[in-house]
Every structure is written in C-alpha cells, then in structure tokens.
C-alpha cells in the first residue's frame, strides 16, 4: 500500500468547513483513498472512499487532485463531535486475508467552540 | 452500516492470567476478521488475521502462543491473551470485512480497554 503524509493536528471552528489534507504521491492507479475517523477510545469508523472521482456523502466529501498524488476530505459544518483522529489510506480493495488496513499517524482534528 | 461488537469493553485483570476477548459481526457474516492493538497516543497496529475456520496469520513481532485467535463461526471471534503481563496493556480492536455489491468496507468494533496490574 502507498504511504502517506497527514498534518499532525488541526483545529476548527465549530460551524466551519474543516479540510483536511493528505499527500500520497506514490499511489498506483488501482489504489483507492480511503479515510477513517477514530473518536477518543472508540474503534475507527469509515467515513468515505474513492478512485479518482470526487466523492460525496451524508459525512463527508472527499476531493482528490487529478494526477491522485493529493486529496482533500472536507467536513462541511465541523460539530464538536467531529473532534477525531483522522486517517487517510492508501490500498486496493481485494479480496482474501490482504484487506487490512495499514494505518498511518493521522491528524488530530480538534473542532473549537 | 454493518455492526461489530466486542465484549467486554474494559478489563482489568492481574499479571500471569488470562483474558479473552470476543468480537462478533452482529448483522453480516464475516470471513475475515482482523484484530488491531493500540498502545496511547500511538495508531492502530495489526496484529493478525483472523480467517474462519483455519489458523490466523500473525503479523511479525507477534506471538502466536501468546495471542491465541479462534474464528470458530462465521459471526465470532476470539482473541485471548495468554498469561498476561502490564505491557499487554493495551486497546484491542477488531474489524470485520464486508463486501456488498462490488464495494469493500471494513467495520471496526468499539475496542477492548485492557489494564494489566
């Protein structure tokens, strides 16, 4: 899987877009950008995914550059409850036992008052 | 989305016992589970593959003999730390893989507190 280089911490305003990067300049084309979320001692949870395409849905959208060396995901109104340790994966979606996630150091959202 | 849970949600337990830990897919099937551990202020950390009905891969610098998976069913399984020790301290997590019309998910439980005195 490609490595990928996340901001260590962001902070938000509370109302505000949060837009947080990720640089994966090392994906190959069948490669998806996945991007989870893990709130203080809870399990990640999915939040959005894609190949090239920008993407879209009830949590998020997920903005990914043309060559796919770079992509955004965008929360559009941060909440408090948006305040997570974000991660941005790199992998092929296959099958078998090589479907685990590899999950890198993250950015730490924190969504102010 | 798909359900996972895990049982128990903390633990406490004394050095040299055991502990075992359950993961379940509460809605799907899962053929694959994957169990995770989480030392604080670290990321997540593979620590093995779980398949049902044959032996779990470890990732490397884990002990199989130590960390004993069973994936008995296609909903359950287990992970039980063997004679334990305070730097098994740790956050356990488990995923369950979902594949539904072509796309791949992963769902991830709550994870497991466990404190080792």
């Known amino acids: 899987d490609a490595k990928t280089t996340q901001p260590p911490s962001m902070d938000c305003a509370e109302g505000r877009a949060a837009n947080l990067p990720c640089n994966h300049s090392?994906?190959?084309?069948?490669?998806?950008v996945y991007w989870y979320r893990q709130i203080h001692s809870q399990g990640p949870q999915y939040i959005i995914h894609?190949?090239?395409n920008n993407e879209t849905n009830e949590m998020a959208s997920l903005i990914i550059t043309e060559d796919r060396k770079s992509s955004t995901l965008i929360l559009p109104h941060a909440t408090l409850r948006d305040t997570a340790v974000y991660y941005c994966?790199?992998?092929?979606?296959?099958?078998?036992?090589?479907?685990?996630?590899?999950f890198g150091s993250g950015t730490q959202l924190t969504v102010l008052p | 989305g798909a359900v996972v849970s895990q049982h128990p949600s903390w633990v406490i337990c004394k050095s040299g016992t055991s502990v075992k830990i359950e993961c379940r897919s509460l809605?799907?099937?899962?053929?694959?589970m994957f169990w995770y551990r989480q030392f604080p202020k670290q990321s997540l950390m593979l620590m093995a593959t779980?398949?049902?009905?044959?032996?779990?891969?470890?990732e490397q610098g884990v002990e199989k003999d130590k960390f004993l998976i069973n994936h008995a069913s296609l909903t359950l399984s287990t992970l039980t730390v063997t004679s334990a020790h305070p730097e098994d301290s740790s956050f356990y997590i488990c995923?369950?893989?979902?594949?539904?019309?072509?796309?791949?998910?992963?769902?991830f439980g709550p994870g497991t507190r466990l404190t080792v005195l």
């Open positions: 995923s369950a893989d979902l594949t539904t019309s072509g796309r791949n998910e992963q769902f």
């Open positions: 090392t994906i190959s084309g069948n490669e998806y």
């Open positions: 894609g190949l090239k």
């Open positions: 994966i790199v992998r092929v979606p296959s099958s078998g036992s090589a479907r685990q996630l590899t």
């Open positions: 809605d799907f099937q899962a053929t694959t």
């Open positions: 779980s398949n049902e009905g044959s032996k779990a891969t470890y």
